[in-house]
């Protein structure tokens, strides 16, 4: 397992959409663990390839990390089939954009598809964290990030933020043409 190096917005990798996983194989199974490791070691609770500078449709979830516990989530090509028409505002954040959060407003439950880690098509319901956790993350293989959800003058604000922290080298991010 390795820790990766993260995009951290503004960075136009996050805004393209990631490619289908054609075949659930030992590369795929490889980049979900090193997925798993890198969220673990920055504090977080989900996590998409497209983070790692990888455009394929992979996500990881951990929403138990909070109380202390393990329950890392593996989805290959999630996607949302059922929502629910009522809504919940969480707190949101990102790995790859530090330190910035904010409310966003969410269906409260979801349906998801997905493959597992043995190529199985799987259906699971989420609400609640995991619901709005799951939305952020299939979101980014869409090339959406949260703060799209946002008004126009909120979300560029938080964009200057991180722009001037790159600028002043605060932020240690994965270098753009890096090879991955
Ligand atoms: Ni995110």
């Known amino acids: 397992m390795a820790i990766l190096p993260l995009v951290i917005a503004p960075d136009e990798r996050l805004n393209k959409p990631s490619e289908p996983v054609k075949v659930v194989d030992a590369k795929i199974r490889t980049l979900l663990d090193d997925m798993l490791e890198t969220m ?21 979830v951990d929403i138990a990390v909070r109380e202390g ?75 959406i990030v949260f703060v799209d959800h946002l008004s126009l003058m909120k979300r560029d604000m938080i964009l200057r933020k991180l722009k001037k922290a790159k600028r002043m080298g605060l932020i240690h991010e994965l270098p753009e043409g890096a090879p991955v």
């Open 40 to 60: 673990y070691a920055n504090n977080g609770i989900g996590l998409a390839a497209v983070q790692v500078g990888v455009h394929l449709k992979c996500i990881v």
């Open 69 to 143: 516990q393990n329950a890392p989530m593996k989805f290959i090509n999630p996607e949302i089939i059922h929502h629910s028409d009522e809504k919940t505002r969480f707190q949101e954040g990102c790995l790859s954009f530090p330190d910035q959060y904010s409310d966003v407003e969410r269906p409260s439950s979801v349906t998801i598809r997905y493959l597992d880690e043995t190529g199985a098509e799987q259906t699971m319901e989420a609400d609640e964290l995991l619901a709005t956790c799951l939305q952020h993350e299939i979101d980014h293989t869409n090339g």
